[in-house]
């Protein structure tokens, strides 16, 4: 369960880089236009005598202001959420959770790692503007060139993706367990992805073509070609929503592998269909008396108690699992860690005596498999028991090993249960079964009977609700990439305001004009959605190959179908919602203003 956790942990930070990732895209597309539209401003001030250091000081010194401001308010905003949550988990959970204070270095850190974003993310608008021409920014108005990057970046994102997912794959920093190189190879790989987009987006705009006519009419055509106007503004639009999409796929995935890994584990472990405890000490014959009652196929007897196991490194107290090997292999079966373990091998064994299986942790610490031995304290001192087989067990976090009741009973001299497992016959109803065991014994024994189904429903239950907390983390990655499109629609917009204005004077209607915003809109979101989803799939593969090796707990990957469809819908329908603003800015443009506008 350690390593389970540790695992979650580093998928979580893998959450973070991500969102500090979507974070930067929106910080560099805010300065790229905003040196866009002040580009006229800018050759003013080198024309007074500005040189270029001091106009890229001034963007830069504005990014700085943004930053300590905006990371210090992320640093107390996370700090509330945080102890938000955990109450609320809390509340979920049925327990008191203790609110860890976080110490000042990890906050100042956070704070370090907002403020460096802030300026990477300025960099290259920052110098952009230092090397804006006085006299071009005079004469024309600002209007954003294709660099290098836009037209031959492709090449720099494909040698970025296969870098960064051989880094990931062959993993060299395999003590990084917070994972902050990691962190890094993430940027890399969607800033691969990235510089992928303006490649492809006329083929993208030609594809969807038609799609968008039938939606939106002749201004749907319209509406689809704008997004080549401007291919550096479309790609980091595109590159946010994708971001979000893809942290939506990668977030399922995670919680559905660890979900479905633990569901496996419940299946095997949490055995038969009732369960029977007590607040009193249970002796073998109240099982008997059990077993007696009509319904009832099978009564597995189980009894855990603390013992010192003499290992290399000294003595060490782990728990052991009292049971009879027959009757728990009627109940519930073993979940060996290897597939090739024969069950009647094993519970013959474990019927000879002298045999225990041990935990597949206890295995993995020790360097322990079968055949092997172990010195267990018994009630006549230390005695080897024989490895038997190795099991996977989560109770005690792994620190457990199971023997037979009999050897419990010969060299511990214990002779009572901690619970019984019960089995039902085929076509029984469990809860009239339950009903009679209390009846006839619930008041003598005090027996506390709970179905397997019920603590199944239970535990699957705070399972959901607690997964359910980072679905929110990609929820909120979506709304940040759907702020992006409503800065670059509100951009492109004001920028067009005069060719918006003639089409208006031409006989353009005012919905027309809101379906073509709309229609940029909905292509944004359509690539942004699938090369999202193509994205989240390849980097939760590799991210996952990544975590298994970083911590050793082998996980089963899952992504279920409908977290495919669901976030695609989500990136288009956000899409559209984003550009309502802008297309009813669009429509409402004044015909004679828009003319004169400059």
């Known amino acids: 369960m350690t390593q389970m956790l540790q ?35 800018f050759g003013m001030l080198r024309t007074i005598g500005m040189t270029r250091g001091q106009v890229t000081g001034l963007i830069l010194l504005e990014a700085g202001v943004l930053g300590i401001f905006g990371s210090a ?20 959970l049925n327990q008191q959770l203790i609110f860890v204070e976080v110490p000042v270095d990890d906050m100042v850190f956070s704070w370090a790692v907002g403020l460096v974003v802030t300026f990477l993310a300025a960099g290259i608008p920052a110098w952009q503007a230092g090397r804006v021409s006085p006299m071009e920014a005079l004469r024309v108005r600002g209007k954003a060139n294709e660099g290098w990057l836009i037209r031959q970046g492709w090449k720099l994102g494909v040698a970025l993706l296969v870098v960064s997912a051989i880094l990931l794959i062959t993993n060299p920093f395999p003590y990084d367990v917070q994972f902050r190189l990691g962190s890094m190879t993430v940027f890399g790989l969607f800033s691969g992805a990235t510089l992928l987009i303006p490649a492809t987006v006329t083929a993208w705009e ?68 009732i369960f029977a405890s007590s607040s009193i000490p249970m002796r073998g014959d109240v099982g008997q008396r059990i077993a007696s009652v009509p319904g009832v196929e099978a009564v597995a007897p189980i009894r855990y108690f603390n013992v010192d196991w003499q290992t290399p490194d000294g003595v060490e107290q782990i728990n052991f699992m009292a049971m009879d090997p027959v009757a728990y292999a ?16 094993v519970v013959r064994k474990l019927q000879q005596g002298d045999a225990v299986l041990l935990s597949s942790v206890l295995s993995e610490k020790y360097g322990l498999k079968t055949g092997d031995f172990v010195q267990l304290r018994t009630r006549g001192g230390y005695r080897s028991f024989e490895i038997a087989a190795v099991v996977v067990d989560f109770y005690n976090q792994g620190l457990v090993v ?29 809860d009239d079964v339950k009903q009679r065991i209390d009846d006839l014994y619930g008041k003598r024994y005090r027996l506390i009977l709970i179905s397997n189904t019920s603590i199944r429903e239970q535990a699957l239950t705070l399972m959901d609700q607690a997964f359910s907390m980072f679905d929110v983390m990609a929820l909120i990655s979506i709304v ?28 353009m209607t005012r919905m027309q004009i809101i379906r073509m915003v709309l229609a940029e809109a909905g292509l ?26 970083m911590s050793g707990y082998s996980l089963t990957f ?27 800015r669009a429509s409402k443009v004044k015909i004679l203003e828009a003319v004169r506008y400059e």
């Open 402 to 430: 199971q023997g037979s009741w009999d050897d419990m009973k010969r060299y511990f001299r214990i002779d009572d249960a901690t619970t019984f497992f019960i089995k039902v016959k085929d076509g029984q109803s469990i």
């Open 480 to 507: 940040v990439g759907s702020l992006g499109i409503v800065n670059t629609l509100t951009m492109s917009v004001i920028e067009r305001t005069r060719e918006i204005g003639m089409l208006r004077a031409i006989g």
């Open 206 to 273: 030609r594809v969807t073509r038609p799609f968008m006519k039938w939606i939106y009419g002749t201004s749907g055509s319209l509406g689809s070609r704008n997004v080549q106007r401007s291919r550096q503004r479309t790609t980091l639009t595109v590159a946010a929503l994708m971001v979000g999409v893809a942290m939506v796929i990668m977030t399922r995935g995670m919680t559905e592998s660890f979900a479905g890994d633990l569901r496996e584990w419940m299946s095997a472990y949490i055995g038969g269909d």
């Open 73 to 92: 308010a992320g640093v107390g905003v996370g700090m509330f959420l945080a102890r938000g949550l955990t109450n609320l988990m809390g509340v979920i």
């Open 7 to 41: 695992n979650y942990q580093i998928g979580l930070n893998f959450m973070s880089g991500i969102a500090l990732f979507v974070g930067a895209f929106l910080i560099y597309n805010a300065f790229a236009m905003t040196v866009v539209e002040r580009t006229r401003e």
């Open 524 to 549: 944004m979101g359509v690539i942004g959605g699938v090369l999202g989803v193509g994205t989240g799939v390849v980097l939760a593969r590799i991210l996952f190959i990544g975590m298994t090796t």
């Open 558 to 584: 899952v992504l279920p179908p409908e977290s495919i469809a669901i976030s695609l819908i989500a990136a288009v329908i956000i899409s559209q919602i984003a550009a309502i603003f802008p297309s009813r």
């Open 330 to 345: 009627r109940v519930t079966e073993f979940v060996f860690s290897d597939d090739d373990v024969s069950t009647e091998e």
